[in-house]
């Protein structure tokens, strides 16, 4: 098939002959950055061959269309993506690769615009355009790792719609400061305030926790927590957040992130727990990591807790693994899951598009009349076969413009 033709960034006004989630071909027609309506394509209204097609008119060629990813767990501040390799030099704990990042992020420009743009725009190539992103908030960085990457956004022009949780990677209480500057983050417009492993960080998990509440009730903000505590432990933690999500009425706008121990209970008690935290309105969000249990998706699901799925750091100071291509990540999640009949893996590509609306503030996120028009084109049969290859994206289409063509960023 011929490349799309090069030309640069263009206003979509229709996108003809596509197919979304494997169905017959469509018309996508699209308004201030919006889908507008939603027509069985037509090869009559199209422009016939050898003329010049209208502007704003994109010939979608048949192409499976998706909704653009939804990267549900980012950290864009933190990557030295562009740069030459760095070598890991940190130890293996938790501990140990908070020390060795804040020693040697400064002299990597971490965090910094250049490289958060070079994140977001690797995000971009491979089809995302809405994150949920996790930025360092320390008293050392004070709220400037925020102030990046608003600043990377707005170079992007918008392209990659984002929600940002202030992040207190060093921990909370054993940082006396931090819960002040998560308030001020709140304040300043993050949607969510992170914590992290409250018990094993802190050491403190009740104090932690009220801290974080405690700001988000008064903000009315949302609390994300990244929980790698496992077991007994981890499980304690997710039963405190479930008691002060309750109390504070913050149903809908509390998320556990990695949450390992939910994988790793007995089946009862993993019931139980999975049961509470559906009434609680608590999602959780996973990278889909080798090597450790797999969250129990069905069971999740039967409770009405959402999954939202993300890279986590690319190529940082933790690991350097990642590419930020969430079509490819959403391959592991349904191998790890097992998935094998057709529509668990096509509830795969759902749970890294359209169902993970919730994570980045959106009513909706499809393929549908009111959705912003963020289409994903891949040349595949339909959508398992584009969760099991992961073919490049031959367009991005994100807020209505074209942003990528054929792995080729023109923002
Ligand atoms: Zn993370």
């Given at each position: 098939m011929p490349p799309f033709p090069s030309s640069p960034q263009v206003a979509v006004s229709v996108l003809r002959n596509v197919?979304?989630?494997?169905?017959?071909?469509?018309?996508?027609?699209?308004?201030?950055?919006?889908?507008?309506?939603?027509?069985?394509?037509?090869?009559?209204?199209?422009?016939?061959?050898?003329?010049?097609?209208?502007?704003g008119e994109v010939d979608g060629r048949g192409l499976l269309a998706l909704p653009g990813f939804v990267n549900a767990h980012a950290h864009v501040d933190k990557s030295w993506w562009g740069k030459p390799w760095v070598s890991y030099?940190?130890?293996?704990?938790?501990?140990?690769?908070?020390?060795?990042?804040?020693?040697?992020?400064?002299?990597?420009?971490?965090?910094?615009?250049?490289v958060t743009v070079a994140v977001l725009r690797e995000f971009l190539r491979h089809g995302t355009t809405a994150i949920r992103t996790h930025v360092d908030v320390d008293l050392g960085l004070g709220l400037r790792g925020i102030d990046v990457v608003r600043e990377?956004?707005?170079?992007?022009?918008?392209?990659?719609?984002?929600?940002?949780?202030?992040?207190p990677q060093d921990g909370v209480l054993r940082r006396p400061g931090v819960l002040e500057l998560l308030d001020a983050a709140a304040t300043a417009g993050a949607e969510h305030i992170g914590g992290l492993d409250p018990a094993s960080i802190d050491r403190d998990p009740v104090t932690q926790l009220d801290g974080l509440f405690e700001i988000a009730e008064r903000r009315g903000v949302g609390v994300d927590v990244h929980l790698h505590d496992g077991g007994e432990l981890g499980a304690f933690q997710i039963e405190l957040?479930?008691?002060?999500t309750i109390r504070a009425g913050l149903q809908g706008k509390v998320n556990v992130a990695h949450g390992f121990a939910v994988?790793?209970?007995?089946?009862?008690r993993m019931a139980d727990l999975v049961e509470a935290m559906g009434d609680a309105g608590i999602s959780m969000t996973t990278v889909a990591p080798i090597g450790a249990t797999p969250l129990p998706l069905?069971?999740?699901?039967?409770?009405?807790?959402?999954?939202?799925?993300?890279?986590?750091?690319?190529?940082?100071?933790?690991?350097?693994?990642?590419?930020?291509?969430?079509?490819?990540?959403?391959?592991?999640?349904?191998?790890?899951?097992?998935?094998?009949?057709?529509?668990?893996?096509?509830?795969?590509?759902?749970?890294?598009?359209?169902?993970?609306a919730h994570f980045v503030g959106r009513p909706v996120h499809d393929l549908v009349e009111g959705a912003r028009a963020d289409v994903v084109l891949v040349d595949a049969e339909n959508t398992m076969d584009a969760v099991v290859r992961a073919p490049g994206r031959a367009l991005v289409v994100a807020g209505g413009q074209v942003v990528a063509r054929d792995g080729e960023v023109l923002v």
């Amino acid at each position: 098939m011929p490349p799309f033709p090069s030309s640069p960034q263009v206003a979509v006004s229709v996108l003809r002959n596509v197919r979304p989630w494997g169905t017959d071909p469509v018309d996508l027609h699209v308004a201030d950055g919006h889908i507008t309506r939603v027509t069985p394509h037509s090869p009559a209204e199209a422009a016939p061959s050898g003329s010049v097609p209208a502007p704003g008119e994109v010939d979608g060629r048949g192409l499976l269309a998706l909704p653009g990813f939804v990267n549900a767990h980012a950290h864009v501040d933190k990557s030295w993506w562009g740069k030459p390799w760095v070598s890991y030099g940190g130890e293996a704990t938790t501990q140990g690769r908070i020390a060795h990042e804040r020693e040697h992020r400064d002299e990597l420009g971490i965090p910094g615009v250049d490289v958060t743009v070079a994140v977001l725009r690797e995000f971009l190539r491979h089809g995302t355009t809405a994150i949920r992103t996790h930025v360092d908030v320390d008293l050392g960085l004070g709220l400037r790792g925020i102030d990046v990457v608003r600043e990377s956004l707005f170079v992007l022009g918008g392209a990659v719609d984002a929600e940002i949780v202030a992040f207190p990677q060093d921990g909370v209480l054993r940082r006396p400061g931090v819960l002040e500057l998560l308030d001020a983050a709140a304040t300043a417009g993050a949607e969510h305030i992170g914590g992290l492993d409250p018990a094993s960080i802190d050491r403190d998990p009740v104090t932690q926790l009220d801290g974080l509440f405690e700001i988000a009730e008064r903000r009315g903000v949302g609390v994300d927590v990244h929980l790698h505590d496992g077991g007994e432990l981890g499980a304690f933690q997710i039963e405190l957040m479930i008691e002060r999500t309750i109390r504070a009425g913050l149903q809908g706008k509390v998320n556990v992130a990695h949450g390992f121990a939910v994988g790793q209970l007995p089946p009862t008690r993993m019931a139980d727990l999975v049961e509470a935290m559906g009434d609680a309105g608590i999602s959780m969000t996973t990278v889909a990591p080798i090597g450790a249990t797999p969250l129990p998706l069905d069971l999740l699901r039967a409770h009405g807790v959402r999954v939202g799925l993300g890279t986590d750091g690319i190529r940082d100071l933790w690991a350097p693994y990642g590419t930020g291509d969430l079509l490819a990540l959403t391959t592991r999640l349904s191998q790890l899951a097992r998935f094998r009949h057709d529509e668990d893996i096509v509830r795969a590509a759902r749970l890294a598009t359209s169902d993970a609306a919730h994570f980045v503030g959106r009513p909706v996120h499809d393929l549908v009349e009111g959705a912003r028009a963020d289409v994903v084109l891949v040349d595949a049969e339909n959508t398992m076969d584009a969760v099991v290859r992961a073919p490049g994206r031959a367009l991005v289409v994100a807020g209505g413009q074209v942003v990528a063509r054929d792995g080729e960023v023109l923002v």
